[in-house]
């Protein structure tokens, strides 16, 4: 399953990057205005995060997840009077994609990404480390995210503060094929029921897995389905069993992007 060339609109992808990391840094960023050592802090913060789309298709979350630290990056040397060279570094971004082509593309797009925010930044302070040669490409795989092994593609190191997100792909029950059907019996093993959860679950199990007991969150879109019937005994028990809790949802909304397929998820 991929996402492939699917775009996602920018204020659906905000509906997950904000309650998720954003708002809180710029929560902090307000309250440390005027305060050099703060703004250090926060700074120094921002440029360790590390943020992971298992289902990164052609990189939309990652892009704009890149863009947005790197504008508050830009507003906490404007605040403290820092001069300052840009200290977020692709490297900190992490994907897993299963289809070639697209895979390709979220690498060149975080390439992009970078060029056009090195722009704004000279733009107001004057000098950047120049983009090319091409140095950093972000730590995109192309590989099957069911199979994988998470901490492989984004190690989880002491002091680490780790955010993963995206759109994993969604598939009913009825509609996997036979490698979903055997993705699924890999990821849930001997659960029972399993049978019955949609496609998407894998991720949400993993993601419960890779952010237990560490300074992890993640926020997945999915389709209702996860949250309705006979599924919600199955997969959020395993969750809940894991120790871990809901911090914010949404009710559900219409989904846009530009697949044909797509145009009625909710």
């Not at 979903?180 to 029972?192: E, N, R």
Request: glycine share 6%; with cysteine; hydrophobic share 40%.
């Amino acid at each position: 399953g991929t996402n492939g060339m699917h775009y996602t609109s920018v204020p659906n992808i905000m509906k997950v990057i904000n309650p998720l990391f954003l708002d809180e840094l710029k929560e902090e960023f307000e309250k440390s205005k005027g305060n050099s050592k703060k703004l250090n802090e926060l700074h120094k913060r921002i440029t360790n995060l590390k943020i992971f789309d298992p289902a990164c298709g052609s990189g939309n979350f990652l892009i704009i997840a890149y863009k947005e630290l790197r504008k508050l990056e830009m507003d906490i040397f404007k605040s403290g009077q820092m001069l300052n060279m840009p200290n977020i570094k692709l490297n900190q971004f992490y994907g897993i994609e299963l289809d070639d082509f697209a895979h390709e593309v979220a690498i060149l797009s975080l390439w992009l990404a970078e060029h056009q925010m090195n722009q704004e930044f000279k733009k107001l302070f004057g000098n950047c480390t120049p983009t090319l040669p091409l140095k950093d490409s972000g730590n995109i795989v192309c590989g099957n995210a069911t199979r994988l092994d998470w901490e492989e593609v984004c190690p989880k190191n002491e002091g680490d503060e780790i955010y993963i997100l995206g759109n994993p792909p969604y598939l009913g029950a009825k509609l996997q094929n036979k490698i979903q059907k055997d993705d699924m019996k890999f990821v849930f093993d001997a659960i029972k029921g399993f049978n019955n959860l949609d496609y998407i679950s894998c991720w949400f199990y993993k993601g419960a897995k890779y952010i237990k007991n560490f300074n992890s969150k993640y926020a997945f879109v999915t389709t209702t389905s996860i949250c309705q019937g006979e599924q919600v005994a199955i997969i959020w028990s395993l969750i809940f069993n894991e120790d871990l809790e809901i911090d914010f949802a949404y009710q559900s909304f219409k989904w846009a992007n530009n697949a044909k397929a797509n145009a009625g998820v909710i």
